[in-house]
């Protein structure tokens, strides 16, 4: 007899996993080591083809898609944007991304307003971003929104992505397509000029930061935002994603912290941290 698996549990338990910093697990079936091996001396018994090996592929190469040469094309349109609006512009006009070309709809690149002195800056686009070409107008966008507006802080916040364009499947953006999209982000920090930066979610805040430690390290501690250059710092504070709230609501206190203390430095930036 089988128990049906509900795969929302699953998922939950797996994202759970992903923001705790878990990058490797045992697998579901045992494995029977000794037949392996035996079945590994019996094919080297047999007379092997041959193959003829395929060119290794390009160094930086990632998904057809050339890592140096587009961050250094992504760099190059990001520098000579001076407003919001000529980056979102070059935004969805590059094609540097893979992702771009995996299913996504089109560019998503931010929502609130270019003065804002809090930036939040999430990991990705997911399915109704996608569709509608706004950060955080999903599920997870609307707890976001409603966590912000009882801190205060609704009107205060300018919101984008580390990346700009939907991963298939809504899954975690990787550090090749982070670092594609990285030059525009900066670029926005600098348009924009956020007296602090919420990172929210561990691909973010890794992304950001340049760390390797999982959400629930470091959540709830303030870090410095740099520049590629180190002309410009924030300063940062990493927290949960409003996508792991809605999974795991007895998280919500934590994230709730989150931003009272971020409200508190916003407005009482005297004080020490």
């Known amino acids: 007899m089988s128990l049906a698996v509900d795969p929302r549990a699953v998922e939950s338990l797996l994202a759970f996993w992903a923001d705790a910093g878990v990058e490797a697990c045992y697998a579901d079936e045992p494995i029977d080591r000794l037949a392996e091996g035996a079945a590994l001396l019996r094919a080297r018994s047999q007379p092997q083809p041959v193959v003829v090996a395929a060119p290794p592929p390009r160094p930086g190469a990632f998904g057809g898609v050339d890592i140096g040469a587009a961050v250094a094309e992504a760099k190059q349109l990001a520098a000579a944007c001076n407003d919001l609006e000529s980056l979102a512009a070059a935004i969805a006009a590059f094609d540097g991304c893979p992702l771009k070309t995996q299913g996504a709809k089109q560019a998503v690149f931010s929502r609130g307003p270019g003065d804002a002195p809090v930036?939040?800056?999430?990991?990705?686009?997911?399915?109704?971003?996608?569709?509608?070409?706004?950060?955080?107008?999903?599920?997870?966008?609307?707890?976001l929104d409603r966590m912000l507006k009882a801190a205060g802080l609704q009107e205060r916040a300018f919101i984008t992505n580390t990346v700009f364009w939907r991963?298939?499947?809504?899954?975690?953006?990787?550090?090749?397509?982070?670092?594609?999209?990285?030059?525009?982000?900066?670029?926005?920090?600098?348009?924009?000029k956020p007296k602090l930066i919420l990172l929210v979610g561990g691909a973010s805040a890794k992304s950001m930061l340049r760390r390797e430690e999982g959400i629930l390290s470091l959540r709830g501690r303030w870090f410095e935002w740099r520049s590629e250059d180190g002309a410009n710092a924030?300063?940062?504070?990493?927290?949960?994603h409003p996508a792991f709230l809605l999974r795991q609501p007895a998280a919500k206190k934590k994230?709730?912290?989150?931003?009272?203390?971020?409200a508190e430095r916003l407005d009482r930036p005297e004080r020490p941290h």
Request: with cysteine.
């Open 167 to 192: 991963p298939p499947g809504n899954r975690t953006p990787t550090p090749q397509e982070q670092a594609v999209c990285a030059p525009f982000v900066e670029r926005a920090i600098v348009l924009v």
């Open 234 to 240: 924030v300063p940062a504070l990493p927290s949960l």
């Open 119 to 143: 930036m939040v800056i999430g990991e990705g686009p997911g399915a109704e971003e996608d569709a509608r070409g706004e950060p955080f107008v999903g599920r997870a966008g609307q707890l």
């Open 255 to 262: 994230a709730w912290q989150d931003l009272l203390m971020l």
